[in-house]
């Protein structure tokens, strides 16, 4: 992308939670430092009525509230930005609504010195999923894409997750969006992959030859991966309950962490070789049998409790969730890659909400040495002779993002005991700067034209084939098996009491 580039950028869904807390503070934050295009023009599409003048006062507010930079923010930053900020009221489904849209982008193309219809357009799909195919028909309908082998200019739209409900829903949605769009013009989005903690799971691993060597089942016994969720469902029980943690959680961020931690090196970091491995991971993901999801997956939901002295009631009490629901708010998952590299390693995965604290976190659990040489510390005043706590590759992203590695030191005096220390690195610390939030690198890819970061087809749909596994045995249960915890904990029991036996058995073999 080139400075002197016109583009308009498109909001749909501009009224929504997700434009004001995180899109558009995002682009004032790219205007700040001087990463937009001088001839940009940004333009919010919702259903509800306002001006300009409002949509701009609206938006100022948020970008002072939540901006990464708002203690720097001054009201000649913020008069700059939002003078280029539009407002189209319309309908998603009414070719009215479009046309005059179209209108409003080619007199903003004109002011700028462009021929009507010849500017390049990015559409921000930030709507509920339930409209995202009749956004996709009426862009088509009203003539708002440009052929994807136009060179004079392009046309690019990003979708905001959940990408369908199971792989039906989202083989209909793929298909709707490739009747009007190329996939080279399509852009996926998943914000954990534009999180710098996540991005540096290739540069750790590609850019350090002392890792890559031991990244397989030889040294490692097996990698566990937590997002945690320190917050209740509030505000959005009705679409919770109709979505679970599996879909909401699992079958896009997990699975994509899972996919950068198990790739093999990419030939280039060009996108498709990129996503290439990513997908022949995911390949290698088995199916579970509908009769054996108990053996892979346990289920929970959250009782009353309380998470930083709040109060929290029970699921089921939640408004907007359903009476006797069983919907899941905590999942547990064993899954396996059978590959060369993998074979034989667990990977297990750990998702809730109403949890302890927010964290996400990878675990790279490196195997235990083939005799017990030394003493633990710990242990010493047994006189046993036992394992020490095994090598650990810690990967945090999310909060204070960084590395730890847990190594055995031996401690100060006369005997040869060890105990375990921690290395560590964190970002804020070595680099004295503020990471950027995910919203703003993938913006600036999408206008760029770069997909790395961004899901393929492919890549949604073979995600979706591991989940429909696990669905459909839960779907096919008699009796569903749904473990309580008490909100403010880290989970049920039995996902311990699963995790812990399966490990055991590992630390034996």
């Known amino acids: 992308m080139k400075k002197s580039d016109p583009i308009t950028i498109v909001f749909f869904g501009a009224s929504g939670d997700l434009a004001r807390r995180k899109l558009i503070p995002a682009l004032f934050q790219l205007e700040q430092e001087a990463l937009l295009p001088k001839q940009i023009r940004i333009v919010g599409f919702a259903r509800r009525e306002k001006s300009h003048e409002q949509f701009r006062t609206e938006m100022e507010k948020a970008i002072k509230e939540f901006a990464r930079s708002k203690s720097k923010v001054g009201s000649k930053e913020l008069n700059a930005f939002t003078s280029l900020l ?33 500017g390049n357009r990015l559409f921000y ?73 996540v991005q540096n799971i290739m540069a750790f691993r590609f ?78 993901i088995p199916t579970i049998g509908a009769n054996e999801v108990n053996e892979y997956a346990v289920r929970g939901q959250y009782a009353a409790g309380t998470i930083n002295e709040r ?3 029970d699921y089921l009490r939640e408004p907007g969730v359903e009476s006797g629901s069983v919907t899941e708010t905590f999942v547990a998952l064993k899954f396996h890659v059978d590959n060369w590299r993998w074979a034989g390693v667990p990977f297990y995965i750990r998702t809730g909400k109403a949890l302890a604290e927010r964290l996400t976190e990878i675990n790279i659990e490196f195997r235990q040495p083939p005799l017990a040489l030394f003493s633990h510390a710990q242990n010493e005043e047994h006189k046993e002779r036992e394992r020490m706590k095994p090598n ?118």
Request: aromatic share 10%.
């Open 392 to 509: 650990m590759l810690s990967l945090r992203v999310q909060p204070n993002e960084g590395i730890r590695l847990t190594i055995g030191m031996k401690v100060p005096g006369p005997k040869m005991i060890l105990q375990p220390t921690d290395m560590e690195f964190y970002y804020r610390n070595v680099f004295d700067v503020e990471p950027p939030e995910a919203y703003e690198r993938l913006i600036l890819d999408a206008m760029s034209g770069d997909s790395t970061l961004f899901i393929r087809q492919d890549e949604v749909e073979t995600a979706w084939t591991v989940i429909d596994s696990v669905l459909d045995g839960w779907a096919n249960e008699k009796s569903p098996h749904i473990h309580l915890y008490r909100a403010g904990t880290w989970g049920p029991y039995a996902a311990d009491e699963f995790i812990t036996k399966d490990i055991m058995k590992l630390e034996k073999f």
């Open 207 to 284: 850019g350090n030859s002392i890792f890559e060597p031991l990244w397989d089942r030889r040294y490692i016994s097996h990698v566990h991966i937590t997002v945690a969720e320190a917050v209740s469902v509030e505000g959005r029980s009705s679409y919770f309950d109709n979505t679970g943690a599996l879909r909401d959680m699992v079958q896009n961020h997990i699975l994509q962490l899972v996919a950068l931690v198990a790739m093999e090196p990419p030939s280039s970091f060009a996108p498709n070789a990129v996503r290439d491995e990513k997908v022949k991971v995911l390949n290698a």
């Open 86 to 118: 539009y407002y189209h009221t319309g309908k998603y489904n009414n070719s009215k609504s479009f046309n005059d849209l179209k209108i409003l982008l080619d007199k903003l193309d004109e002011e700028r010195g462009i021929p009507p219809g010849k």
């Open 311 to 313: 109060p929290i009631p």
């Open 125 to 197: 799909l930030s709507t509920p999923p339930s409209v995202f195919s009749e956004v996709i028909a009426m862009l088509g309908q009203t003539d708002h894409v440009a052929d994807h082998k136009d060179k004079t200019r392009w046309t690019r739209v990003i979708i905001e997750k959940p990408f369908g409900r199971d792989l039906k829903t989202a083989r209909i949605l793929n298909r709707n969006i490739l009747s009007v769009f190329d996939e080279s013009q399509v852009y996926r989005i998943d914000h954990y992959l534009g999180k710098e903690t």
